[in-house]
């Protein structure tokens, strides 16, 4: 891998062609590391790029073989690259609850998932079935399936943003994915539509807890999609949405196209380039930015000095990240009520 990788290096354009200073691809002899001053100026004959030039070009070369040919073709691709890639179809294993029909409502799942049958109910009962729910029959929990069904609508996004806005740049594509792949709209979407009643567990507590955050969205904006602090709860109930996801991935044959048809309906409607709402931290990080304002962290605190105005909260969460969003979300507000922010959406290329 490490010869096709120098001979791609050899490959990569930086600047604009120049006949005088052009050199075979791949070529890296030492004679063509001399400097174009010896020749009329300053500019550089031969220029080294950086590891990551090169990663984000075979990563760019690996979406051609996608968008051009065939998901197959940019495996292969992979491999001619020396990249250890298998793509076995192995049979999913796993304990079988004696009539699954019975501890789901298939009616309700086949209405929620645009009319997707699953042929094996099995599959259904494990996507919702949480560790608590101990049952002899029990299969193993939601989880396995969530982490595939995770990378499943990752991949389903990207492509459908990648489709449908041609002419956007890759930052505003990763907005767009950002805003739709995350913990708080996958948990919005996930009680809108009433999964958080089809949880199979056997605590009290997280009951409590589910309807807590229920009552909280209920009074809260609907169409937020990074309102919500990090948690269990919000976290189990984004879960249920990537595990059906899974659900559907395994029970289709791995039928990519199926669960995109049966999902996406879920999370109606997506955010375009005129509705986008960026993350907080980076919409405030891009509002200091372009308005000159001062933004540090300092004694606990996220604080923005707007015009000689502080603007201060403290930095109190589960985590880091949490605490910084929410923190993010209560300046913004307060600059947005003094008209030092207008909030408009994201609209560029």
């Known amino acids: 891998m490490v010869f096709y990788l120098c001979v791609f290096m050899g490959f990569i354009r930086n600047e604009c062609f120049d006949p005088k200073t052009w050199i075979i691809p791949g070529d890296n002899s030492q004679t063509y590391t001399l400097r174009k001053e010896v020749l009329s100026n300053e ?79 099995s599959l259904l009962v494990e996507a919702l079935t949480h560790g608590s729910y101990v049952r002899p029959e029990r299969p193993t929990s939601y989880k396995r399936l969530k982490f595939l069904g995770d990378a499943v609508l990752e991949y389903l996004i990207t492509m459908h943003f990648y489709n449908k806005h041609p002419n956007l740049s890759s930052g505003l594509l990763t907005d767009l994915r950002s805003a739709s792949v995350n913990n708080d709209r996958y948990a919005r979407t996930a009680i809108k539509t009433g999964l958080h009643k089809h949880i199979l567990h056997d605590s009290q507590d997280l009951q409590r807890r589910i309807l807590a955050i229920v009552k909280n969205f209920k009074q809260s904006s609907q169409d937020s999609t990074f309102g919500w602090g990090s948690g269990p709860v919000i976290k189990l109930l984004a879960d249920i949405i990537k595990s059906l996801a899974g659900a559907i991935y395994v029970d289709s044959g791995y039928d990519k196209e199926v669960v995109f048809r049966s999902i996406k309906p879920l ?83």
Not at 303 to 330: C, D, E, F
């Open 43 to 121: 500019r550089i004959v031969y220029d080294r790029e950086t590891s990551k030039t090169v990663a984000d070009v075979i990563e760019a070369l690996i979406g051609v073989f996608i968008c051009t040919t065939s998901e197959r073709a940019a495996l292969a691709f992979m491999k001619w690259m020396g990249f250890e890639v298998d793509f076995i179809y192995v049979p999913y294993k796993r304990p079988v609850p004696a009539n699954p029909e019975k501890l789901v409502d298939l009616k309700f799942f086949k209405k929620l998932l645009n009319q997707y049958s699953f042929r094996d109910a």
């Open 267 to 349: 999370l109606e409607p997506l955010p375009t380039p005129e509705t986008l709402k960026l993350q907080p931290v980076r919409e405030l990080e891009e509002l200091c930015a372009k308005e000159h304002f001062d933004l540090k962290e300092e004694d606990g605190k996220l604080k923005v000095n707007a015009n000689g105005v502080i603007y201060a909260r403290r930095l109190s969460a589960a985590n880091k990240k949490t605490a910084r969003k929410t923190a993010s979300m209560a300046i913004l507000a307060k600059l947005k009520k003094n008209k030092l922010h207008r909030g408009e959406p994201h609209s560029g290329v």
